[in-house]
């Protein structure tokens, strides 16, 4: 089997399913191919193999790719072209991975349907009236539908576990800082990792290896000792302390995504873990105050966005702020507007101390709870969310439901903390995602248990 053979095989998969999946914005196939054929003259010649030699990966459009656009999926950016490639791009370029093409997603990773994406929903391969999850829907449905062998995500609030959840497939977020932010369109500078969606536990520790590491380009980049997560992958569970958070299976949790959950973690306790119930007791303002600090710093991040740097630049402006008023008037969507709005708002003096200030406190406490649980436990594990995926259209019109949906993954990136979603069986036809949370920079454990459990 050549390298050529594998990327062959990723394009023909896209020709068959994607006008059904819709998962890409961008194919990137001359350079993929070209790729592929270096890689195969050097499988000849040597018998040196980067980490990922020759896989077919996907990159959510938020990723930044030297010479191949890079849109966000905003009207804002459909005409970017970077300069240079993201840390983790260059990573990827390293292991020898293949980059087949650019993913869609929610505007800005602002959403969790794909339905914010300016282009085109993605739909979700298990079935197609219902949506992939996001924002990194099309990272997530490429890998179900098999059209790349894995891909990578962003997750800010739950965007690379809610939809890898949705549509049956594992996706990790990383402890803040382990993987490089460079290059990484921000949204949510203080919440945004970049991880790893694949259809295994051992693919993700694979991805995970390559692009984790220090990044003096990221000044939030964890200066850490890289550990060897392909050999945490032992199988053994034994003795280790699993709490459930009471707030986590409780009201508002689909009883069918209860029970499988229930069923996952007898697995568990019969491979030898012990389960316990805990409380996590500030989950109930974890959504309120995410929504807040996520649309404070993206309002304060997407300044930048102003017609004259990056982008689309409207046409015939009166004088430079009327530059300034069109291009974002007509380059955002309207729940990136929202959020700048929002952010606007509660960062404005008057009220900075009322809802900003107010909202970091409970980040704070809710961090703190975790710390708690903590102390006497290894993972805490309960459902990625609360219900399986929804239809096409059901919630576009309502955003206060769609940021319910994020309850039980906006907790973990308010406390920097690594997590997983595993599927843990289907219920209704589709796929429930199980979600094992660790200690900061402690991916070994989360990986061990998400593998011993698959
Ligand atoms: N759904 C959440 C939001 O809309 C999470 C997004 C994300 O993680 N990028 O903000």
Redesign the pocket.
């Known amino acids: 089997l050549s390298v050529s053979d594998l990327v062959n095989a990723s394009y023909e998969r896209i020709g068959q399913v994607e006008d059904k999946v819709k998962a890409f914005l961008t194919l990137d196939e001359e350079n993929a191919r070209k790729t592929a054929q270096l890689l195969d003259e050097q499988l000849g010649k040597s018998d040196e193999r980067g980490l990922l030699f020759g896989l077919p990966i996907g990159i959510k459009d938020n990723i930044v790719t030297e010479g191949v656009t890079t849109t966000c999926a905003s009207q804002f950016l459909r005409n970017f072209n970077p300069v240079y490639d993201a840390t983790v791009v260059r990573k990827l370029k390293e292991a020898q991975a293949v980059s087949v093409g650019k993913l869609n997603?929610?505007e800005?990773?602002?959403?969790?349907?794909n339905e914010?994406s300016s282009f085109h929903t993605t739909y979700n391969p298990w079935n197609t009236e219902y949506v992939p999850g996001?924002?990194?829907g099309g990272s997530a449905a490429a890998v179900a539908a098999g059209e790349v062998y894995f891909s990578l995500g962003?997750?800010?609030?739950?965007?690379?576990r809610?939809p890898a959840a949705y549509c049956g497939i594992v996706g990790m977020?990383p402890t803040y800082g382990l993987v490089s932010r460079f290059g990484l369109v921000a949204?949510?500078s203080s919440?945004?990792q970049i991880g790893p969606l694949s259809k295994n536990v051992e693919d993700s520790a694979y991805l995970l290896q390559a692009i984790a590491g220090h990044d003096p380009q990221d000044s939030t980049s964890a200066n850490v000792n890289i550990p060897d997560y392909l050999s945490a992958l032992t199988g053994d569970v034994q003795g280790l302390r699993i709490a459930v958070p009471k707030e986590y299976m409780g009201e508002g949790i689909d009883p069918q995504v209860r029970e499988a959950v229930v069923s996952a973690l007898k697995v568990l306790e019969g491979l030898g873990a012990v389960v316990e119930e805990v409380s996590l007791p500030h989950t109930e303002y974890a959504v309120a105050s995410?929504?807040l600090l996520?649309?404070s710093e993206a309002s304060s991040n997407l300044a930048r966005f102003d017609g004259v740097r990056y982008g689309v630049r409207a046409d015939n402006p009166k004088n430079l702020l009327d530059l300034y008023l069109k291009s974002r008037s007509e380059g955002f969507g309207p729940?990136v507007k929202r959020?700048i709005m929002l952010g606007t708002y509660s960062l404005s003096s008057g009220y900075y101390d009322a809802y900003y200030l107010k909202a970091q406190k409970v980040r704070t406490l809710i961090k703190q709870d975790f710390d708690k649980v903590f102390e006497q436990y290894d993972v805490v594990i309960g459902p990625t969310a609360p219900t399986t995926a929804f239809k096409v259209g059901s919630q576009v019109d309502d955003p206060i439901t769609?940021?319910l949906?994020?309850i039980l993954?906006?907790p973990v990136?308010l406390a920097g903390i690594p997590a997983i979603s595993v599927p843990c069986g289907l219920a209704d036809g589709l796929p429930v995602g199980l979600q094992i949370i660790g200690k900061a920079l402690d991916e070994s454990t989360v990986l061990r248990v998400a593998h011993a459990y698959e």
């Open positions: 997603m929610d800005f990773a602002m959403g969790g349907s914010n996001g924002s990194s962003s997750d800010t609030g739950g965007s690379i809610q977020k949204f949510a919440l945004d995410y929504y996520a649309s729940e959020r769609m940021y949906n994020d993954t906006i990136n």
